[in-house]
DNA sequence: ACGGATTTGTCCGTATGTATC
DNA sequence: TGATACATACGGACAAATCCG
């Protein structure tokens, strides 16, 4: 009579630890507003999420050593007070973000698509990057401007060939579309700075049309930086602290 | 792949391990209802197949690249999901293709949270910091290493202090955590490379303990390209011969 | 104050995959 | 190919701590 090996449990799945902590993360997200409750016992959740104790109890270490769990033997263990720094879910994203987390994403994404877009641009890329830096340019009116624009940088996101580099652009732009910061938007349009950005996006392009992946990173860098600067005047008024 | 028709009753022994794949697929597809269930042993196969554990072994390592199972030492071996697939041409270089994105995000997205923290990491934060490179030290086993090593990462992007970046690196974190990456992760836990990695560690630390973010964003780099070689050199030996 | 019940903490035996000869 | 040593995981058993009646 030894051990029987796990015959009949049901769901065993992938592979080690990090599952146990994963599914334990989100626990602790959906009970977020309950603090001081107390989770299952080890036992409980090693047949619950289908693996041993030692990977419940490792999985337990480290949401202890975070400080969003607190267990004491003899006891049980209990949710502790929760980061608010932990921020799982998608949606709530734009109410939780600010233009400067925005820009400071931004800031770090966008170089690194137009340099990938330089290394993968084929001749058909780049024609079509032309032809939108020229729609932008003849663009009439400022609401078609954005619109092309936000295709010109979309674009950049898809030419770099990374579908998971593309999802995060896409999460980026949809925070950044946020309605709530229309008006931010409509006054920073409203600028004349439409010359400068052209040339911008120009040298992007043309960055990306000679293969230059350094270049192109540089010029995406200074642009969403003249961004930055333009949003920050705009809304000089309301936030202070830009460290 | 040479002939794959002697499917029939040939007396001749060869205990090629594709006709263990051959049996395997068989019993594979049988059981393609029922997911999550247990194979028998290796040796039990071994004796069931009439062939050597090694044949036994090769084809399991066959079926695992195609995700078809997965193994787990000291538990067993397990099928896995999605089995319906009419190309059963490479599906492990999509992994691998996967393998390269995740990367390529990594290389960009975690040397700007190391900045990021560097510039906004409280006296807590960076004793945390301490705290968790000391328990990756101290890991006895490398489940617990790799749990301690991912719970390093995400705090530092905890620590950057912006909810839209962490979200991204969230949906990173989780790609990265795919099941069908574990035998990757299992190769290159396996590698005498924790020396290196804990002095990468220490390095980012340090740096980010004396609010350095162009050195944090360097140290981090450093370390994420030091994964990708090892990484690299996993996949290419367990897909082909290694040049 | 006491004792049984429950839970975390710890250790060990067995089983299984991994690696080497 | 087969056999052996090794690392890991799982479950059980026991200890320590806590809770509750």
Redo the contacts between chains.
């Keep these: 009579m030894s051990g029987r090996?796990?015959?009949g449990q049901?769901?065993?799945?992938?592979?080690?630890?990090?599952?146990a902590?994963?599914r334990l993360r989100e626990m602790l997200d959906q009970d977020l507003s309950a603090t001081d409750r107390q989770l299952p016992t080890e036992r409980e959740l090693s047949e619950t999420l289908g693996v041993g104790r030692r990977?419940v109890r490792?999985?337990l270490?480290?949401l202890e050593?975070?400080g969003r769990i607190w267990r004491r033997q003899g006891s049980g263990t209990y949710v502790g007070p929760a980061?608010d720094?932990?921020?799982?879910v998608?949606d709530g994203?734009s109410s939780?973000?600010n233009f400067f987390?925005?820009m400071?994403?931004r800031l770090?994404?966008e170089p690194?698509l137009a340099q990938?877009a330089a290394l993968r641009a084929t001749e058909d890329d780049i024609r079509h990057l032309r032809d939108l830096t020229r729609k932008i340019s003849e663009a009439q009116d400022a609401d078609s401007r954005e619109l092309w624009d936000s295709a010109l940088h979309r674009y950049i996101a898809q030419t770099a060939g990374?579908?998971?580099?593309l999802?995060?652009f896409n999460?980026?732009d949809k925070?950044r579309q946020d309605p709530a910061w229309h008006h931010v938007r409509e006054m920073a349009r409203s600028q004349e700075s439409r010359v400068l950005y052209t040339d911008q996006h120009d040298t992007i392009v043309a960055a990306i049309e000679r293969r230059d992946p350094a270049g192109a990173e540089a010029a995406a860098r200074q642009h969403i930086l003249s961004l930055h600067e333009r949003l920050l005047a705009v809304t000089a008024g309301g936030l202070s602290h830009a460290?």
């Design positions: 090996a796990n015959a049901s769901t065993l799945r992938s592979s080690n630890s990090s599952l902590l994963e990977a490792r999985a270490e480290v050593s975070e980061p720094k932990s921020g799982p998608i994203l939780r973000s987390e925005v400071e994403v770090r994404i690194a990938l990374n579908t998971l580099f999802a995060l999460i980026v925070v460290s």
